[in-house]
């Protein structure tokens, strides 16, 4: 046998095992999917994993995503994170809910549940592996739906830079044909082009602080004068900031100079807050300054017409790519969602990631997340956390503008006990009320975003967020006991326990959401005294502990509600 024939049968013996793997994958989710025994299922799970394995995923992306989800009709999608011995768990509580037995619903996008893939450590949730997805999406195929967050924070990629133009004391006339030699130097490449047409780029020039002021002026002047496409090249101060107010105090005053000198824009480098190097850092100019001198900050250079930055500026675009690189491998998992976060990003450089992220994968749904406990800032604006919902409204036009569907609003400082809703006006680690949960979710729907909301909801927050209609959301704590810290999470020096979803947790929350949902609906259509009944029942199951609770009378008014509302 010739090589080439060696060649051929090697490439058709491959096709052939491929052609199994997908064989065996299918069977197992058509058995899946049609209800079979679970002696047939665990029979056919070897061989699906192993194509699992080989194939890298799925056999086929999924053609439905969870955008596709009709709340309005179904009720708020719930996902439950977890790890892969939480699914069986998760999905049992599910396909037990009274409307799915009310509705005899089989479809997970009609069920409207999803396990959510994580591993869940000691800093929160942490991103799922290969093992990790095989396991969960086994037990969840053609039954319930499944999910993941591939991470609470962007990797920072910034853009390379030719060196800063550095201005020693010297005579001046020195200092002028020294710093403008650096000039030329530096945009020689930029003007001697493959195409020779002038490429844009930026060059910053910093001052050492034995140079006089008018001295300074005057070497501006000279290398403005230097630059023969200022449309295309432009030219930056570099100010070293100490920290805290005389940091503001050094910033306001290179915003002085810097719009004396003609120039519009500043770059600032300081000493990391505290605060930023906790958060390992933060959007933008928060990195050097607390929200409120980066406020006053703001306001003095809008008045001069300074665009004041940071030195470094990140590559939005290298950004997205790895974002995508997650995002594609959940959905080769075949997952119906993947989420993401943009901290610590700026609002503006958001836009530039989620306009490549849809762009890539605008047929399916990934979705962008927003934390409201932190502070972030657009170009010329802070908002603080106690401006969240300012900070929210801002970031939904933005998302909305880039054809984003699907969205979830969360908290990410659960270990400080930062939680989405206030259980009281005094709970200062609550960021929203109801009502303002109310005001923002019907906010994005008018722009034709669906809100999915996270961060420590309680059962009875989750009740009344149902109440209100809300397209989804996640809960974690609600739904889980404690465990052992077992060998995935040994080395994790501070988890003392896990969390793991129970049925019984997962299967209250549900009824809890499905009762909210009903209530309302039943309400709209008139029936009161039956709304009013379940309301009842609802208030009397969450003010009982989960042990002594009955849920019986409330399981059987919800599913009579629901058969009343399919008809």
Not at 353 to 367: H, K, Y
Request: charged share 25%; net charge negative.
């Amino acid at each position: 046998m010739t090589n080439d024939q060696n060649r051929e049968a090697r490439c058709a013996a491959l096709r052939a095992d491929f052609h199994r793997y997908r064989e065996d994958f299918h069977r197992y989710e058509d058995a899946a999917r049609s209800g079979a025994a679970a002696q047939q299922l665990a029979k056919l799970r070897k061989r699906a994993a192993k194509a699992f394995d080989e194939l890298g995923g799925q056999p086929e992306l999924a053609s439905l995503s969870l955008r596709d989800y009709n709340h309005d009709r179904f009720g708020p999608y719930l996902g439950v994170s977890g790890e892969p011995d939480a699914a069986a768990s998760i999905r049992e509580a599910a396909l037990a809910s009274p409307k799915v037995v009310a509705l005899a619903l089989t479809d997970p996008l009609e069920v409207g549940v999803a396990h959510d893939a994580e591993r869940l450590g000691s800093i929160g949730e942490l991103p799922s592996g290969p093992d990790e997805y095989r396991e969960i999406r086994l037990e969840c195929v053609g039954r319930i739906l499944t999910s993941t967050n591939i991470g609470s924070r962007v990797n920072l990629r910034f853009y390379g830079h030719a060196a800063d133009i550095w201005v020693n004391p010297a005579p001046l006339d020195d200092m002028k044909q020294t710093a403008i030699e650096s000039l030329r130097k530096r945009l020689a490449p930029f003007l001697n082009t493959p195409d020779g047409r002038p490429r844009p780029t930026t060059v910053y020039v910093r001052f050492r602080s034995q140079v006089a002021p008018d001295e300074r002026q005057a070497l501006i002047r000279a290398l403005r004068g230097e630059i023969q496409h200022p449309e295309t090249h432009s030219l930056v101060l570099v100010q070293a900031v100490r920290k805290g107010s005389a940091g503001v105090r050094d910033t306001l005053e290179a915003i002085a100079f810097a719009a004396d000198a003609g120039l519009n824009q500043l770059a600032v480098q300081g000493t990391t807050r505290e605060a930023a190097d906790e958060m390992l850092s933060l959007p933008g100019l928060l990195n050097y300054f607390n929200p409120t001198q980066a406020a006053r900050i703001f306001d003095v250079a809008d008045a001069a017409g300074v665009q004041v930055t940071t030195r470094n500026r990140v590559d939005c675009q290298s950004v997205a790519r790895l974002i995508w690189t997650g995002l594609a491998t959940a959905r080769r998992m075949g997952l119906e969602l993947g989420k993401y976060a943009l901290f610590p990003l700026t609002l503006d450089e958001s836009a530039q990631v989620i306009e490549s992220i849809q762009r890539w994968l605008g047929d399916w749904t990934a979705a962008p997340a927003f934390y409201v406990d932190i502070d972030t800032i657009t170009e010329g604006q802070v908002f603080p956390r106690r401006r969240a919902r300012e900070a929210a409204m801002v970031w939904l036009d933005m998302v909305a503008a880039n054809g984003v569907q699907v969205v979830l609003i969360d908290t990410v400082l659960k270990s400080e006990g930062r939680h989405l809703l206030k259980t009281d006006p005094n709970d200062s680690a609550g960021i929203f009320t109801l009502d303002a949960i109310h005001k923002l979710d019907q906010y994005a729907r008018d722009r034709g975003v669906k809100v999915l909301w996270a961060g420590g909801i309680t059962v009875a927050q989750a009740y009344e967020l149902a109440r209100l209609e809300v397209f989804g959301l996640y809960v974690t704590s609600a739904v889980a006991r404690l465990r052992a810290v077992g060998p995935d999470h040994e080395a994790d020096p501070g988890l003392a326990a896990e969390r793991f979803p129970t049925r019984d947790g997962v299967a209250r929350v549900k009824l809890a959401i499905e009762a909210g949902f009903v209530e309302t609906k039943l309400r709209k259509l008139g029936d009161h005294e039956e709304a009013a009944r379940i309301e009842a029942a609802t208030h009397d199951l969450l003010t009982r502990p989960p042990e002594t609770a009955d849920e019986s009378a409330l399981r059987e008014r919800v599913t009579a509600a629901w058969q009343e509302l399919g008809r």
